[in-house]
């Protein structure tokens, strides 16, 4: 069965503290993953698509990368405003287009 | 450029009744999705249309119905509410079905009481 499995749930970190958030999958066939942020009740802001392993992505103090079994966030030097939930997704070879998404991690800058 | 636009924003519906969502894709993308989520958890595929077909669904009882207009725009019905299904259901578009991003509408929150 399809799965994605992200840690830690929740993360605390001060302004300038660099950290990573793991993003673990299962998937028959990986077609892409993809790495959204999550504000308070609204939707995901999409942030990045990885398609095989060794691949990287980096936007400003974020930096993704992918392996065969799983993907991490790294987040360098981060600012208040990068507190949000990160979530990850993985879309497996069936034609559906259905997104599995793990349960998010939450994370607090402090100033 | 107007991104994934939902109506209504939020919505209090009582146990039995019947909902339509609505959903606005970015324009020139041909793929919506649909998903749920509940507080504290990721998003649950209900379904994706692609060019007015289903191309996918998810989990989700029979009361869960959607369709997709030639504009591309598409809505997600439910009916026989029950308080379970309060939750943001959120729609996502696409350029086409397959491994491309899906950009997020803001969503829509159903208080079912």
């Known amino acids: 069965e399809d799965q994605v499995t992200q840690s830690p749930e929740a993360l605390r970190l001060q302004e300038g503290e660099s950290s990573s958030l793991n993003c673990s999958y299962t998937v028959s066939g990986l077609r892409g993953l993809f790495w959204y942020r999550q504000d308070p009740g609204k939707g995901p802001e999409f942030l990045f698509t990885l398609y095989s392993a060794g691949e990287e992505k980096e936007k400003e103090r974020l930096k993704a990368t992918l392996t065969k079994k799983e993907s991490f966030l790294h987040i360098t030097a981060p600012k208040p405003e990068d507190s949000a939930t990160y979530l990850c997704?993985?879309?497996?070879?069936?034609?559906?287009?259905?997104?599995?998404f793990g349960q998010g991690t939450t994370l607090q800058v402090k100033p | 450029d107007t991104g994934v636009t939902q109506s209504p924003t939020h919505l209090i519906k009582t146990r039995g009744q019947q909902v339509t969502l609505r959903c606005s894709p970015i324009s020139g993308h041909k793929s919506v999705s649909w998903y749920q989520q509940v507080l504290g958890q990721g998003p649950q595929f209900i379904f994706q249309?692609?060019?007015?077909?289903?191309?996918g669904r998810g989990n989700f009882p029979d009361r869960f119905s959607a369709r997709q207009f030639p504009n591309y725009s598409s809505e997600l019905n439910v009916n026989a509410l029950l308080l379970g299904d309060s939750a943001l259901y959120l729609c996502?578009?696409?350029?086409?079905?397959?491994?491309?991003?899906?950009?997020f509408g803001p969503g829509t929150r159903l208080t079912v009481t």
């Open positions: 996502a578009s696409s350029f086409e079905g397959g491994p491309y991003e899906q950009y």
């Open positions: 997704a993985v879309q497996g070879n069936s034609n559906t287009g259905k997104l599995i």
């Open positions: 249309y692609y060019e007015k077909e289903e191309r």
